[in-house]
């Protein structure tokens, strides 16, 4: 059986699959659970200051398929519902009890550097392996400077990363919003603050649907709703383009990734990590069903790959076959007689250029006098 163990970020743990931070990993019992299912690691459900969050019971919705399978998930849930106090208590317990394991607390407080100064030794001292900033809830209490207000903003990205590299001598890890234009300047924001590692994507806004007897969007709490944060398989798409463009972005080159967004199975873990990213963290509704089929698949995997291990593979395509390209930055270009490069990606010709030539992208040049030139 290969060897699975990582060193992510400075963090050990026994295998890149950890739980993300969600209501899988809110408490004691559903962390041991995970651990005892063998997961190597989880990220503790957001904690900040007291009075804790107060949340509602009508918190969840789906989209779902033809076949009324779920497509996607949406959540206006909040962070912890639970007193500072119990969370680090029980955080304390936990690591004492499976030190081999990674344990990350997410942590989201006001902007303010007073409130990062006073949270940090607190959760320092219940031995946990590293921090993750949560600047990606895209209803993360936006009035109070938290989630996607900070990380849509890379000032603030920077500036919070760098609090609590002065505060904390623990690992942190910065968690990005898929919620703006261009993911690698919040990367990029987050690395001159001094991160030990990134993770992405968060939820994405959303609404997935409208109750059009009572007028209201779900999930409905009495009368009232709003936007709240998309996640699931839908998403994966989206989050393998976000890690592989950090991944290969020169101004962050060597930033330790944790990918998450739509894993349900170790083979999509597998296609985060050969992207570039450290880690194949995922949720799935706490079902870890799928790590024995890991554990004794994953072989067939690392031996393609050529290794001992399942390893991150930065730029994995671009350096085994050529075929994932920025389109910005062409591996080659079709040659005149239009050879087949194996399906790769190329770039996108300007439109004045394709109207001179009245060619599409990617078209064959002609070799009669059909076309004028």
């Not at 993770?199 to 409905?220: C, D, F, G, H, K």
Request: aromatic letters at 6%.
């Amino acid at each position: 059986m290969a060897d699975l163990s990582i060193v992510f970020a400075g963090i050990k743990a026994p295998n890149p699959f950890w739980l993300a931070s969600a209501p899988p990993t809110d408490k004691a019992y559903n962390v041991v659970r995970a651990f005892e299912a063998g997961w190597g690691g989880v990220v503790w459900k957001t904690l900040g200051e007291d009075p804790a969050a107060v949340n509602v019971s009508s918190r969840y919705s789906a989209h779902f398929g033809a076949n009324r399978e779920v497509m996607g998930f949406n959540n206006i849930e909040l962070i912890t519902d639970r007193s500072l106090e119990i969370n680090l208590r029980e955080i304390t317990q936990v690591k004492k009890d499976w030190p081999d394991r990674a344990l990350i607390v997410s942590l989201m407080v006001p902007c303010v550097e007073e409130s990062w100064k006073n949270i940090l030794p607190l959760v320092e001292a219940t031995g946990a392996d590293g921090i993750e900033l949560n600047f990606g809830c895209p209803h993360g209490m936006p009035e109070r400077g938290m989630g996607a207000a900070v990380g849509q903003v890379p000032e603030y990205v920077e500036q919070v990363t760098r609090w609590c590299k002065t505060y904390c001598s623990l690992p942190v890890i910065v968690k990005l919003t898929p919620n703006i234009t261009d993911i690698r300047v919040a990367a990029r924001a987050a690395h001159r603050g001094g991160a030990d590692a990134v993770s992405l994507i968060n939820t994405i806004n959303s609404i997935t649907s409208v109750n059009l007897e009572r007028m209201v969007a779900n999930p409905a709490v009495g009368s009232q709703s709003t936007h709240g944060g998309y996640c699931g398989s839908a998403v994966k798409p989206i989050a393998l383009n976000m890690v592989a463009e950090i991944a290969r972005d020169p101004q962050t080159q060597g930033l330790p990734i944790s990918g998450i967004g739509g894993i349900g199975s170790w083979r999509d873990a597998a296609e985060f990590i050969a992207l570039g990213s450290g880690l194949g963290a995922g949720v799935h509704g706490g079902d870890a069903a799928w790590l024995p089929d890991c554990r004794g698949d994953e072989g067939r995997f690392v031996t393609l790959d050529g290794q001992s291990g399942l390893r991150p593979r930065v730029g994995f395509f671009r350096a085994r076959s050529g075929q994932y390209h920025g389109l910005e930055v062409p591996g080659h270009q079709l040659s005149g007689d239009c050879e087949n490069r194996s399906g790769g990606v190329h770039r996108l010709r300007s439109l004045p250029h394709r109207l001179r030539r009245h060619l599409a992208p990617g078209d064959c040049q002609p070799q009669t006098g059909r076309w004028h030139t």
